[in-house]
């Protein structure tokens, strides 16, 4: 037998329809979370994120009146009938969407230590916990600000902060980045695991930035108009079609993933994802101004560049640009805009020359070839569709490299 892992949370068929509402908001919801677990809450917008964090903080149906059944306990106790303020003092915090409407103090330091102040904490003990949260959330240095002054996205953090000085067991975070930066948003939500390790904390967070998320939660829950649609670990539910279906997307990897390696049952991290395309013979190579040669194993080389230059408007592109690809790879060009994948592919399509150096397609030097001749050799697709069209209907423009490689027009029709 292993260890016995606590359960925190347990909702039991917990349905909800705010008053003056037809529809319910939550459905039926059964729900069990363990301590210690970092749970990722995701549904579109109006899909129940907020009711379902209400329900467990007590807001629904404390705050929030309207039609609600069903049970919820908090460490085995049933606390279905337990207000709010009860629940925050036997360990739960919530961070609301809108940080304005929880920050009840003029001073930062005093909205950080209200809720401390409530629970009771000695002096001594309030202004260590305020340091330390105002720290975590980078806002130790606005300790003594105005909270009126603050933008947005520091309001945010103080209620980040003064849920954090509370140390709760079970922390309820509804949107917490939606005023941060990019830069601060992904900061706080990998600090997450390491609050969760140094406090001890269950965290359950509603959120759309999946890229960080989805590396740093234990599980994903899948909320579909007030119904748990899905229930399962970040890697298997983002393999599926159904984040998809909902329109609520995917984190970048998972969809790389489903791209270069879409029988993949999981999702993959990084570098598991460059083992497997490793291992589907894909070469990995990184696109640089000055790149190195790349070195694939096995069938003729398709295509081979050879010191190649290129510029636009005297802009230099690529200087000094060589790669081969062997006969049957499937190569992925990464690089961050503006790194030359496009001219590449432009170059391998006998659409642009080279200024200098060469490029081969099955040993034939392009430099004397043109682009009809390349047709059949080499199928390119622009980023932009339109770049390619200039016939009248979709037949003639399928037509076109058929007839263009001289192929009879009863073999173009089939
Ligand atoms: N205070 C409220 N009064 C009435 N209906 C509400 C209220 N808050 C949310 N709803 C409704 O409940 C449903 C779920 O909303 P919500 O829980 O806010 O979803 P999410 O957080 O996923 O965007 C929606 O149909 C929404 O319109
Ligand atoms: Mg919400």
């Known amino acids: 037998m292993g260890t016995r892992v606590a359960e925190i949370l347990r909702i039991d068929n917990i349905s909800f329809r705010y008053f003056g509402r037809t529809n319910e908001a939550l459905k039926n919801i059964n729900l069990r979370?363990?301590?210690?677990?970092?749970?990722?809450?995701?549904?579109?917008?109006?899909?129940?994120?907020?009711?379902?964090?209400?329900?467990?903080?007590?807001l629904i149906p404390?705050?929030?009146?309207?039609?609600?059944?069903?049970?919820?306990?908090?460490?085995?106790?049933?606390?279905?009938?337990?207000?709010?303020?009860?629940?925050?003092?036997?360990?739960?915090?919530?961070?609301?969407?809108?940080?304005?409407?929880?920050?009840?103090?003029?001073?930062?330091?005093?909205?950080?230590a209200f809720g401390l102040a409530n629970l009771g904490f000695s002096r001594e003990e309030i202004i260590k916990r305020v340091k330390e949260a105002l720290k975590c959330v980078d806002m130790w240095s606005f300790w003594d600000y105005d909270t009126l002054a603050l933008s947005a996205g520091q309001k945010q953090k103080i209620v980040?902060?003064?849920?954090?000085?509370?140390?709760?067991?079970?922390?309820?975070?509804?949107?917490?980045?939606?005023?941060?930066?990019?830069?601060?948003?992904?900061r706080f939500l990998i600090s997450l695991k390491i609050i969760r390790e140094e406090l001890g904390m269950t965290i359950i967070v509603a959120e759309h930035r999946f890229d960080e998320l989805s590396t740093v939660a234990d599980r994903v829950i899948l909320i579909d108009d007030g119904r748990i649609v899905a229930n399962g670990p970040p890697r298997k539910i983002f393999a599926t079609e159904l984040p998809g279906k909902l329109g609520i997307g995917y984190p970048k990897l998972a969809l790389l993933t489903r791209f270069l390696a879409p029988d993949s049952n999981v999702f993959l991290g990084l570098e598991e994802l460059k083992n497997e395309l490793r291992r589907r013979n894909c070469v990995i190579q990184r696109i640089d101004k000055e790149s190195k040669r790349a070195h694939p194993k096995g069938s003729r080389h398709a295509i081979v560049l050879d010191d190649v230059w290129f510029a636009y408007d005297g802009e230099w592109v690529l200087k000094g640009f060589s790669l081969s690809i062997r006969e049957g790879?499937?190569?992925?060009?990464?690089?961050?805009?503006?790194?030359?994948?496009?001219?590449?592919?432009k170059l391998i399509a006998c659409i642009h020359k080279p200024v200098k150096g060469q490029v081969f397609l099955f040993s034939?030097?392009?430099?004397?070839?043109?682009?009809?001749?390349?047709?059949?050799?080499?199928?390119?697709?622009?980023?932009?569709?339109?770049?390619?069209?200039?016939?009248?209907?979709?037949?003639?423009?399928?037509?076109?490299?058929?007839?263009?490689?001289?192929?009879?027009?009863?073999?173009?029709r089939r």
């Open 33 to 58: 979370i363990n301590e210690n677990e970092i749970v990722l809450l995701a549904g579109r917008s109006g899909s129940g994120k907020s009711s379902l964090l209400r329900v467990i903080n007590g």
């Open 62 to 112: 404390f705050f929030y009146r309207g039609d609600f059944s069903g049970q919820i306990f908090f460490y085995d106790e049933d606390i279905t009938h337990i207000p709010p303020r009860e629940r925050t003092k036997k360990g739960m915090a919530t961070v609301l969407q809108f940080p304005e409407d929880q920050i009840l103090a003029r001073k930062v330091w005093r909205a950080v």
């Open 160 to 186: 980040l902060a003064a849920a954090l000085a509370i140390q709760p067991h079970l922390l309820l975070l509804d949107e917490p980045t939606s005023q941060l930066d990019p830069a601060s948003a992904q």
């Open 329 to 345: 790879s499937f190569v992925a060009l990464m690089g961050p805009n503006g790194a030359g994948k496009t001219t590449l592919l």
């Open 364 to 412: 034939k030097s392009t430099n004397n070839l043109r682009l009809k001749d390349v047709v059949g050799l080499v199928g390119y697709m622009p980023q932009n569709p339109e770049e390619i069209f200039f016939n009248k209907t979709v037949y003639d423009e399928i037509a076109f490299g058929l007839r263009m490689q001289g192929i009879k027009e009863n073999e173009v």
